[in-house]
């Protein structure tokens, strides 16, 4: 597809994204998936399909005629998903949300659970407010208090980026008061923020944390036995013993955390630590290790 014919309409491109997760994942895709899954009808359904071949991805899907649906093409190539398994998941994971509510619905996806933990409470006025800021480059009266200090404190913010670290939302922003750019967990935020006329004087291209990226080398625990390391690197589709994760210096804390990694120590048991950071000097923190510990910290 040429660039020029971007962007497309949003409820088609939510539409392509399922014709291509289900097709990959499935190995079968019919009109009833997006039928169902839209509240179209048939005819709708089959020009999306036709339009998907046509305009963006010629040649992905053959029609099967015993199975009666689409299939991928031995030259197939995502297009508007990234083919990764995480993409089929999370459609999984929607279905159940969405069941939840609308108990009749039935789209066709296998059965499925998935373990929801309670949210952090972000009040609407809160998020009305930083979003606002975010997006207009404006500058956030806010009161904030974090794990490391209790007592809430009012300062300027110039909020550049929402970031979602897997069970929790936080902003990256320019705190004034402390001269440099710091993440805020948006369910600690005092009374409602205020989002100012004033335009941001900091921008995300003066984070130099946000823009720098580094590239993390994950290994199995050498604490653990060989054959527990090899479960371990086929967990995480490692080779040679070791995964490299790419991302902005500013997430690396939240990704290890993610990872049960921490900077500093080992978990006592190696079966719960399970991954280790092998290259720890090569992020480049230096004074800001100890700070960016206590980020992760202060945002649990």
């Known amino acids: 597809m040429k660039k020029t014919d971007w962007p497309i309409r949003w409820d088609l491109l939510l539409r392509y994204r399922l014709i291509e997760t289900i097709a990959l994942w499935e190995g079968r895709l019919t009109t009833n998936h997006i039928c169902h899954s839209f509240g179209i009808g048939r005819q709708q359904a089959s020009k999306d399909i036709n339009t998907y071949l046509r305009e963006l991805a010629p040649g992905n899907l053959v029609y099967d005629r015993h199975l009666k649906g689409y299939v991928p093409s031995p030259r197939y190539q995502p297009v508007v ?79 550049h980026t929402l970031v979602c670290t897997g069970d929790n939302w936080h902003l990256r922003a320019w705190c004034d008061s402390n001269r440099e750019f710091r993440d805020f967990a948006l369910s600690r935020f005092h009374a409602a923020p205020v989002a100012l006329r004033q335009k941001a004087k900091h921008s995300i291209q003066q984070d130099e944390d946000w823009n720098r990226t580094v590239t993390m080398s994950i290994s199995p625990d ?18 040679h013993g070791c995964l490299e994760v790419e991302t902005r210096a500013a997430l690396a804390p939240y990704v290890l955390s993610r990872l049960g990694i921490t900077l500093d120590n080992y978990h006592p048991d190696p079966l719960v630590q399970q991954l280790e950071l092998t290259n720890p000097d090569h992020l480049g923190f230096g004074s800001k290790r100890e700070r960016a510990l206590k980020a992760v910290a202060g945002l649990r």
């Open 222 to 239: 050498h604490r653990l036995t060989e054959a527990q390391q090899k479960i371990i690197e086929l967990d995480y589709g490692m080779e």
């Open 81 to 159: 998903t990234r083919g990764h398994v995480s993409e089929y998941l999370d459609l999984l994971a929607r279905q159940q949300s969405l069941s939840s509510t609308f108990e009749a619905l039935d789209i066709g996806l296998p059965d499925s659970t998935v373990v929801y933990s309670p949210n952090r409470v972000i009040a609407p006025e809160t998020m009305r407010a930083v979003v606002t800021a975010t997006r207009h480059g404006r500058q956030l009266r806010a009161s904030y208090s974090s794990l490391s200090r209790p007592e809430a404190v009012e300062g300027i913010l110039e909020p």
